[in-house]
């Protein structure tokens, strides 16, 4: 089965430090791009941060450019968020998404969510 | 960025009813849409990719079409289960970007 698995959430200050993680099973990892996606409470979804296979390309939104580092240990088959500088507005739950790539000549695009890991910045 | 709309952004139906929700993008996106179900509490399922292509496991209800600016997604019959938010994503372009989401809740 394939499955992803957060962790590392929690309460933090502003400007304080988390790690996020993200265990995959069931399929060849160091194969796929992954993501990160955020959902605030009753808002809607949206894109934090992607990853290549091999962890030499990333991208960010421009909302965490600079405070976030997206990382991976395909070894472990572990993808990582790190977040800094948290601020308010950052407050969401945090999904890890595998990004499927390409069937025959179609672009697959996000095809496997975790269940997220939660983050509250707050004093 | 590209913006990403829908409509309607609620919408009330019956069991056994043909639904269907619009997503446009605020430029060409040729067919990197996809659709996504969500219900309360849970994470996101993958139903849709490239437009019209259905994720292992989607039952054939759901039906994607579109290509371009103008997309949309159908449901065939309504059943229980499938009372949810609904988010529409263009991934042409970084920052992929998601629609605000169509609630699909009971008459």
């Known amino acids: 089965e394939v499955r992803l698995v957060e962790s590392g959430g929690g309460l933090v200050q502003p400007g304080g430090s988390l790690r996020l993680s993200c265990a995959a099973s069931?399929?060849?990892?160091?194969?796929?791009?992954m993501h990160w996606v955020r959902q605030v409470p009753g808002k809607g979804l949206v894109w934090v941060s992607r990853?290549?296979?091999?962890?030499?390309?990333?991208s960010y939104a421009d909302s965490v450019k600079g405070r976030f580092t997206i990382s991976r240990d395909n070894a472990k088959n572990t993808l990582h968020l790190q977040v800094n500088s948290l601020r308010a507005e950052d407050t969401a739950v945090y999904y890890c998404?595998?990004?499927?790539?390409?069937?025959?000549?179609?672009?697959?695009?996000?095809?496997?969510w975790g269940q997220g890991t939660t983050v509250i910045v707050s004093s | 960025d590209i913006q990403m709309t829908q409509s309607p952004s609620s919408l009330s139906a019956s069991v056994g009813d043909r639904v269907t929700i619009t997503c446009r993008a605020s430029?060409?996106?040729?067919?990197?849409l996809a659709w996504f179900q969500q219900k309360p509490g849970k994470a996101p399922k993958s139903l849709i990719y490239a437009a019209s292509g259905l994720q292992t496991g989607v039952p054939s209800k759901f039906s994607g079409s579109g290509s371009g600016t103008d997309f949309s997604l159908t449901i065939s019959s309504l059943q229980p289960e499938d009372f949810a938010t609904y988010y529409c994503q263009q991934y042409i372009s970084y920052p992929f970007t998601f629609g605000p989401g169509t609630k699909v809740d009971i008459k």
């Open positions: 998404v595998r990004d499927r790539g390409w069937i025959q000549q179609w672009r697959v695009g996000m095809d496997v």
């Open positions: 069931g399929f060849m990892f160091s194969s796929y791009w």
């Open positions: 990853i290549n296979s091999d962890g030499t390309s990333t």
């Open positions: 430029q060409g996106i040729n067919n990197y």
